[in-house]
């Protein structure tokens, strides 16, 4: 359902790399290498993110300044380790579509979602059930039912799961709207992925909040697979808080740090219970080790420890690459790239090959969902030995990523080539 118009064959995907404007980023990144010396096509970013060749010169600058300076670094280093935080504050909220004084990296994704449901899930007799989709994914499961029984609630109770309609995969948003509405003063919380990582569908996060915040619940997101893919535009969408990782499509290495939104509306909301730690204090009077906690207005107010600097240099290395490359520039190719896959996989016009992924763009980012019918691994497993880094769901599903900062044209025409020979 894109509007863009497309050709067949191998000179049509080079030329649009000739006159993609973002083509000169995929230099900036390391691509993995097979045995016989050719790069990878990797489509798998939204898994873990290429590493921007810039991240060695960042770390290293923190490994110097570790070793010539030792405790001094936390003031003298040429990028000081005690504010080190701040300096990735303003490009993730410009990825993320938030006020500087919104967005917080600290922690990992899981550990944020917690935090963040101690503050925004407080359920009681009556109000306390979260709702989440049905194929949520399993670590966001674990922590939702893990927050119900910590308040003495079940789960079996508690847990309402968003399933799509028979015979359909991706979620309608009027059936989420209804129900919400439908639990109405029984919700505490919507926690939804945002965007689903198994089909890839982007949820209308402004609509589905204002639904929640009409019968008293609270909103939050898991953006793990939006961030740095779709236009999340947080803080319009109202959203009461949100929680992502930064190794996805943000690049900044395994296992690195998350990301934290909390809506300004909360910024000096004493009511709200959260748990604390040093680094949520007050800058001022942060080592006066005796007064009582005295939170930092906004998300910084939720940080407990002081971070791990050299993830924070990946970070920055990378947040570095998207100030340059602009938001609105990475969406219109993410747009362009994710339709023109589309194209070449639709035109295989193989019967046991299906998009579960949401047709309409607004609806989606830079991820496709293949479903092969009657598959097993093997059909993966021949395309991985062909080149091709992707990602398998079981039962039968190939998630693909065209990265618009360093997947090009023809990597994709590539791909879908393999796939007509190996899914015959
Ligand atoms: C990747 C991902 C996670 C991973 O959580 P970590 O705490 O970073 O290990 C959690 N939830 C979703 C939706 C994800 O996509």
């Known amino acids: 359902m894109s509007n863009f118009v497309f050709e067949e064959g191998r000179a049509y995907a080079q030329s649009l790399d000739q006159s993609d404007p973002m083509r000169s980023f995929r230099d900036a990144f390391h691509h993995p290498v097979q045995a016989n010396g050719e790069t990878f096509?990797?489509?798998?970013?939204?898994?873990?993110?290429?590493?921007?060749?810039?991240?060695?010169?960042?770390?290293?600058?923190?490994l110097n300044d570790w070793s010539t300076l030792g405790v001094e670094g936390h003031f003298h280093a040429k990028?000081?380790?005690?504010?080190?935080?701040?300096?990735?504050?303003?490009?993730?909220?410009?990825?993320?579509?938030?006020?500087?004084?919104?967005?917080?990296?600290?922690?990992?994704?899981?550990?944020?979602?917690?935090?963040?449901?101690?503050?925004?899930?407080?359920?009681?007799?009556?109000?306390?059930?979260?709702?989440?989709?049905?194929?949520?994914?399993?670590?966001?499961?674990?922590?939702?039912?893990?927050?119900?029984?910590?308040?003495?609630?079940?789960?079996?109770?508690?847990?309402?799961?968003?399933?799509?309609?028979?015979?359909?995969?991706?979620?309608?948003?009027?059936?989420?709207?209804?129900?919400?509405?439908?639990?109405?003063?029984?919700?505490?919380?919507?926690?939804?992925?945002?965007?689903?990582?198994?089909?890839?569908?982007?949820?209308?996060?402004?609509?589905?909040?204002?639904?929640?915040h009409q019968v008293g619940a609270m909103a939050g997101f898991d953006c793990a697979h939006g961030a740095g893919n779709v236009n999340l535009d947080l803080h319009n969408s109202?959203?009461?808080?949100?929680?992502?990782?930064?190794?996805?499509?943000?690049?900044?290495?395994?296992?690195?740090?998350?990301?934290?939104?909390?809506?300004?509306?909360?910024?000096?909301?004493?009511?709200?219970?959260?748990?604390?730690?040093?680094?949520g204090h007050?800058?001022?009077?942060?080592?006066?080790?005796?007064?009582?906690?005295?939170?930092?207005?906004?998300?910084?107010?939720?940080?407990?420890?002081?971070?791990?600097?050299?993830?924070?240099a990946a970070i920055k290395a990378s947040l570095d690459v998207f100030e340059e490359a602009g938001m609105e520039n990475l969406?219109?190719?993410?747009?362009?790239?994710?339709?023109?896959?589309?194209?070449?996989?639709?035109g295989l016009n193989k019967q046991d090959i299906q998009i579960i992924t949401p047709k309409e763009m607004s609806r989606r980012g830079s991820q496709l969902s293949i479903q092969v019918k009657n598959a097993d691994r093997n059909v993966f497993d021949r395309i991985t030995k062909r080149g091709v880094i992707a990602d398998w769901r079981e039962p039968d599903v190939i998630r693909v990523s065209p990265v618009p900062l360093y997947v090009s044209y023809e990597d994709v025409y590539n791909f879908v080539e393999i796939l007509k020979t190996e899914i015959a």
């Open 41 to 62: 096509i990797y489509l798998c970013g939204n898994s873990l993110g290429l590493q921007p060749k810039g991240v060695r010169g960042k770390i290293d600058q923190e």
């Open 79 to 212: 990028n000081p380790w005690m504010p080190y935080h701040e300096f990735l504050t303003e490009a993730m909220s410009k990825i993320v579509g938030a006020k500087p004084s919104e967005v917080v990296v600290m922690n990992t994704l899981s550990v944020n979602l917690h935090l963040m449901m101690v503050s925004f899930y407080r359920p009681t007799s009556t109000r306390n059930k979260i709702i989440i989709e049905y194929d949520a994914f399993p670590s966001d499961r674990y922590a939702v039912e893990s927050q119900i029984r910590h308040h003495g609630y079940d789960p079996a109770e508690c847990l309402i799961e968003l399933k799509a309609r028979e015979g359909e995969v991706c979620l309608r948003d009027q059936d989420i709207l209804d129900v919400i509405e439908n639990l109405g003063d029984s919700l505490a919380l919507v926690m939804l992925g945002n965007t689903n990582y198994y089909t890839g569908q982007f949820f209308d996060m402004a609509g589905i909040t204002k639904a929640a």
């Open 238 to 279: 109202g959203a009461d808080f949100a929680v992502w990782c930064s190794y996805k499509y943000l690049n900044s290495g395994p296992g690195s740090l998350g990301g934290c939104f909390v809506h300004e509306r909360h910024a000096d909301n004493a009511a709200l219970n959260r748990f604390a730690g040093w680094w």
């Open 282 to 312: 007050n800058k001022e009077t942060r080592f006066g080790m005796r007064d009582p906690f005295d939170p930092i207005s906004g998300a910084e107010g939720w940080q407990l420890s002081n971070p791990p600097i050299l993830s924070m």
């Open 331 to 346: 969406w219109a190719k993410a747009r362009k790239i994710t339709a023109y896959m589309e194209y070449l996989i639709l």
